[in-house]
T-cell receptor, first 113, second 115 residues
C-alpha cells in the first residue's frame, strides 16, 4: 500500500472557522490531489499539485486553498468553513508514470455545524 | 469534457452470483480506464486498469475489458463473496498538462452480497 496518511481523520468545526487538513506521503511522488466525496457526486477534484509550490485548481475549488512547501506534505485549507463543505476529503498521490493511476489516503470526515 | 457513467445502485446479490457493473465513458483521445473499490470507512483502492483498446484488466477474480467501439469498461466477477461488498467506482485518466493526469470518476455503485 502507498504510504499516505491524512490528519485529522475526523473533525467537527463551526461555521466561519478556519480548518486545515494535512496529507503526508512517504512515496516521494510528484503529484498530489485533494478530492471531496459526497453522496450522489462521486469524487470531485478540489486542487492538485504538480510539484513543490506548484498547484492548480480543480473542479470545485471555490472556498478552498492549498499549499505544498515540501514534497511530502499537501495542505488543504478552508478559510471560513461553511455547512456545504461538510464532506469526506481524500488525498491522492501519483508518480505521473504508467497510466496515471492515483493512490488514495484513508480520508478525513469533516462536519461543519 | 470527459465523463463517466456507471449503473445506478445499490446492487444486491446472493453469494456466488455473477456480477456485472456497467460503465461507459466519454473522452477525447485515448484515456486509460480504471476500477476502484472502496470498503466502508476506507479510501479508494485501485482494483484494476486497462490502458488501451481490447486490454483486459484483472485482479482478485474481477475483470474488465476496454471496449473502444462501445466506449465501455464493464466490471465482472463470476462468483461474488460477502467480502466483495463495497462501493465500486469506474474512472478514466486523461493527461492534463505539466506531466499530470487527472481522474474523472463515475458516481459509484454500491454492492451488497448476502450469504
Amino acid at each position: 500500500d502507498a504510504g499516505i496518511t491524512q490528519s485529522p481523520r475526523h473533525k467537527v468545526t463551526e461555521t466561519g472557522t478556519p480548518v486545515t487538513l494535512r496529507c503526508h506521503q512517504t512515496e516521494n511522488h510528484r503529484y498530489m490531489y485533494w478530492y471531496r466525496q459526497d453522496p450522489g457526486h462521486g469524487l470531485r477534484l478540489i486542487h492538485y499539485s504538480y510539484g513543490v509550490k506548484d498547484t492548480d485548481k480543480g473542479e470545485v475549488s471555490d472556498g478552498y486553498s492549498v499549499s505544498r512547501s515540501k514534497t511530502e506534505d499537501f495542505l488543504l485549507t478552508l478559510e471560513s468553513a461553511t455547512s456545504s463543505q461538510t464532506s469526506v476529503y481524500f488525498c491522492a498521490i501519483s508518480s505521473g508514470q504508467g497510466a496515471g493511476e492515483q493512490y488514495f489516503g484513508p480520508g478525513t470526515r469533516l462536519t461543519v455545524t | 469534457g470527459n465523463s463517466v457513467t456507471q449503473m445506478e445502485g445499490p446492487v444486491t446479490l446472493s453469494e456466488e452470483a455473477f456480477l456485472t457493473i456497467n460503465c461507459t465513458y466519454t473522452a477525447t483521445g485515448y484515456p486509460s480506464l480504471f476500477w476502484y473499490v472502496q470498503y466502508p470507512g476506507e479510501g479508494l483502492q485501485l482494483l484494476l486498469k486497462a490502458t488501451k483498446a481490447d486490454d483486459k484488466g484483472s485482479n482478485k477474480g474481477f475483470e474488465a475489458t476496454y471496449r473502444k467501439e462501445t466506449t465501455s469498461f464493464h466490471l465482472e466477477k463470476g462468483s461474488v463473496q460477502v467480502s466483495d461488498s463495497a462501493v465500486y467506482f469506474c474512472a478514466l485518466s486523461a493527461y492534463s498538462g505539466a506531466g499530470s493526469y487527472q481522474l474523472t470518476f463515475g458516481k459509484g455503485t454500491k454492492l451488497s452480497v448476502i450469504p
